[in-house]
Each structure stands twice: as C-alpha cells, then as structure tokens.
C-alpha cells in the first residue's frame, strides 16, 4: 500500500464519465428564494436557470456511505501500517484524521488516517477524488423543476402546526445530469469503495439532496467511459483512448475484487 501523501509524483489518473439520472424528485435547496420564482425553498440553479448538482454534494453522500460501510466492519482504530480498516468520526471531540486535539505529533500524521480519510482526504490530507458538479443535460424550456407544497407539523399532536404552509421546488424525475469523477493515484482498493458506494446510491440505499425522508433524492447511475493515463505516455505523446460499454463494467470488477482482497486481508 502506498504511502497517503503521495501527491508529489503523478503515478496514474482516472477519469469516470456517465448520467445520473432522477427517479424521484430532487431537492438541492438555493438556501433563499429568488425574486423571479418568489418560491419559499428554490432549488440551485445554474447561471441560465437550469439545475445543477454541486460536486460537493456528490461526494458528501459517497463518503458518508464508505464512512457508513467501513465502519459496519467494526474495526477498532489502528496502526495505518497493518491498514486501517477504521473510520474516524469527525463530529466527536479529537476524533477526526489529524486532529491537533488528539495529542502527540504521531497521531496527527497521515499515516495515521483511516481508510476513509485516505481516500477522501482530512484538513491534513488532500482527497484522491474529485467530484464535477452535475449539470442538466436536457436544456428545455422551462426548465424540468417543480413546485410542491408542504406544512409544518406538530409533532406531539400530530396535526398541522398553525398555518406554517409553504411551497417547494424539486428537480422533476427523469432529469438527466452529466457526471464526471476524477481520481489522482488511486489504487484498485480505493476505486472498489467508490464503486461499492455508486452501487449503494444506484440501488435507492443512499440518496442525495434535502427531504430525503420524504422519499425525494433516488438516482440512477449509469457510467459510460472511463479514461486511464499515465505520466510516462502523457510525456512521451500517447495518445490515450477511453473504454465503454461492458470494458467499464469490467473494470469496475476488478476494482472491487481488489477491495474485497484487501478487507479479507487485514480485518
């Protein structure tokens, strides 16, 4: 396994391309209405009024769901030299990746990270993944956002709070989205989790966006081409061709073929 902090020298980059596709309505809140729509909860909107889908809410629901995952192996926290099959928890007092709080100069180094923050990357380390925000790819008018209502409920009664009424926009289902994912010197370990956890989103375990206990946020994702360089070719003038069709699918096999190897090996 090589060393985390091993952005010094390029060794291989991947490209991922497909759809993300809705199957129910998406929320991905502006977090304040907008003059034109005069919508209490408006959803993000690119510069020509059409939907998007920030990287960064991309990879926050696929790092939880690794996060989520690895910790469901219940490994106690260890040495990153017999592999770290952990993950640390943010939210608690001294217990992120690198966190100064948690004492000596030893435990805030990066060998020290969990698996998850390896991947990911801490305020310590930078990520090996890069998530492109999401834009719409059928460019209609109007664009494909809807309008629905919703109420405030008290909880002890269980009845309608007041007149706490309000309306809503959500991305209509069937939108389509394009989708790039970037990931610098990743090994086939770390491109099984992302691909565990693509498999977790596409099957309606994980979902994106707000009201998602509401039964809003179901994608479908659906990769295309995946394009793999090396610095040597790049160097020398190779031109590089993309795979697709079932050579993605393939690929992604071997990916988590290695992730299962390298669980069975160290957990």
Not at 66 to 77: F, K, N
Not at 155 to 179: C, I, N
Not at 219 to 236: A, C, I, Y
Request: hydrophobic share 40%; proline share 5%; net charge negative.
């Amino acid at each position: 396994m090589n060393a985390p902090d091993d952005f010094h020298a390029l060794r291989r980059r991947v490209r991922l391309s497909g759809q993300l596709v809705t199957r129910t309505g998406l929320r991905i809140g502006a977090g304040q209405h907008g003059d034109a729509d005069a919508v209490d909860l408006p959803v993000l909107r690119d510069a020509d009024g059409y939907p998007f889908i920030p990287g960064a809410s991309i990879k926050g629901v696929v790092r939880s769901t690794v996060e989520s995952l690895v910790r469901g192996l219940g490994q106690p926290e260890r040495e990153a030299a017999v592999h770290p099959w952990w993950a640390c928890n943010p939210t608690e007092k001294k217990g992120g990746c690198g966190d100064v709080g948690r004492g000596d100069r030893e435990a805030m180094s990066v060998d020290a990270h969990c698996v998850v923050c390896r991947l990911f990357g801490s305020h310590l380390l930078s990520s090996h993944v890069r998530f492109s925000d999401a834009l719409a790819l059928d460019r209609d008018d109007p664009p494909p956002i809807e309008l629905r209502d919703g109420v405030g409920i008290d909880r002890d009664l269980r009845t309608v709070s007041g007149a706490l009424k309000y309306d809503f926009q959500v991305v209509a289902p069937g939108t389509r989205f394009g989708l790039e994912v970037f990931v610098d010197n990743g090994e086939d370990w770390m491109l099984g989790l992302l691909a565990v956890a693509f498999d977790q989103l596409d099957h309606g375990f994980a979902a994106l966006g707000g009201f998602t206990s509401r039964g809003l946020g179901r994608v479908n994702l659906g990769w295309s081409e995946l394009l793999e360089v090396e610095p040597k070719g790049l160097l020398g003038g190779k031109s590089f061709e993309p795979v697709r069709g079932a050579d993605v699918e393939s690929r992604f096999a071997t990916w988590r073929r290695a992730l299962t190897q390298a669980v069975e090996e160290h957990v």
